[in-house]
C-alpha cells in the first residue's frame, strides 16, 4: 500500500517537483548504494537540498555547527554511533588509520574545481613539434 506524501506547508509547484524527483533518483539507488533501513535519508536529504536551492538557513552560526561537529567526533569515537571510518572536519578527511589528512573531495565549490581544472597544461602552452608526414610508424 503506496503512503500518500505530505509536503511542507511553503513548498511550491517546482519544490514538490523537485522533491519528486530526488526521491525518485535516490529510490533507484536502495539496494545498490543505499540500504532500505536507510531510506529516510533520501526524505531528509531532498529536504535539505530544496531548503539549501531557495537559500534558506537552518539558524545555526558556524561556531554552533563547528560545537555540533565536535560532539559528533567525540560520540563518534565514544562507539556511541557509526560514522564511516574516515573522519572528516575542516575541509580534511582523516583516515582512521593513520595515514595524513587530505582534502576533502566535496570541500571546494564547483567554480574553485573550474577554475583548476581550465588552466591548460604546461606542454600546451609551449607545444611539443609535430612531425607532418611522419608515417613510418603507422
Known sequence: MATKTVYPNHYTEDDIATYDYLISQGMNLI????????SW??????????NQQKGLD???SKEEVEKLKQMHKKNA????IETPKDYFYDGLI??????KPYP??????AEEY??????????VINPPPVYENDTDSV
Do not use: C, F, M, W
Request: proline share 11%; no cysteine.
Open 94 to 99: 582523516h583516515p582512521t588509520n593513520g595515514d
Open 41 to 50: 535519508l533520501l526524505d531528509l536529504s531532498a529536504k535539505i537540498t530544496i
Open 114 to 123: 573550474n577554475a583548476e581544472r581550465l588552466k591548460p597544461p604546461k606542454d
Open 58 to 60: 537552518n539558524g545555526l
Open 31 to 38: 539496494g545498490k548504494k543505499i540500504k532500505p533501513e536507510d
Open 104 to 109: 576533502h573531495p566535496l570541500a571546494k565549490s
Open 77 to 80: 569515537q565514544a562507539g556511541v
